[in-house]
C-alpha cells in the first residue's frame, strides 16, 4: 500500500469516528430492578433507529414477562436516538404496550420513556 493511501484511509477513518451522526452501532444494555418501586430500569447506551430497535424490544418484553405489574423505564438518557425511533417508543408507552421484536404480537406493560438530551430530526442514523 503506498504511504499516500494509507495517509488517506488513516484520514477517512478519524473523520469518521469524529462525525457528530456517528454512535455505537451496537445497543448496550443494563437493567437495574428496583423490588420497592416495582420498576426495572433499562439504561440503554449506543444508536437507537428503527433497525435496531427490535433488539430493545426484545429485553423490554423479557423483563415484562419475568417481573410481570414492574413498570419498566427505558432510560434513553445516554443514547443517540433517531426521531422516528423515539416516536416509535413514545407511542408504544402512550398505548402501555411492548413488541414483542420477533412477530406482531404485544405485551401490556407499565413502560415510561426517558428521554435523550437529544433527537436527531435532520435525518434517520444508521
Not at 499516500?4 to 454512535?23: E, I
Not at 433488539?55 to 423505564?73: D, F, K, M, P, S
Request: charged share 25%; proline share 6%; aromatic share 4%.
Amino acid at each position: 500500500m503506498s504511504p499516500l493511501r494509507h495517509l488517506n484511509q488513516a484520514s477517512r477513518t478519524r473523520s469518521f469516528h469524529a462525525h457528530p451522526s456517528h454512535g455505537d452501532p451496537r445497543l448496550k444494555v443494563v437493567i437495574r430492578i428496583d423490588p420497592a418501586e416495582e420498576s426495572a430500569r433499562v439504561e440503554v447506551r449506543g444508536v437507537v433507529t428503527t433497525a435496531n430497535i427490535r433488539a430493545l424490544y426484545v429485553v423490554c418484553r423479557r423483563v415484562t414477562t419475568r417481573l410481570a405489574g414492574y413498570e419498566i423505564v427505558v432510560d434513553l438518557a445516554h443514547a443517540r436516538v433517531s426521531a422516528a425511533a423515539f416516536e416509535e417508543l413514545r407511542e408504544h408507552a402512550r398505548q402501555s404496550i411492548v413488541s414483542s421484536g420477533i412477530d406482531s404480537s404485544v405485551t401490556p406493560c407499565r413502560l415510561r420513556i426517558v428521554d435523550p438530551h437529544v433527537i436527531p430530526r435532520s435525518k434517520e442514523l444508521a
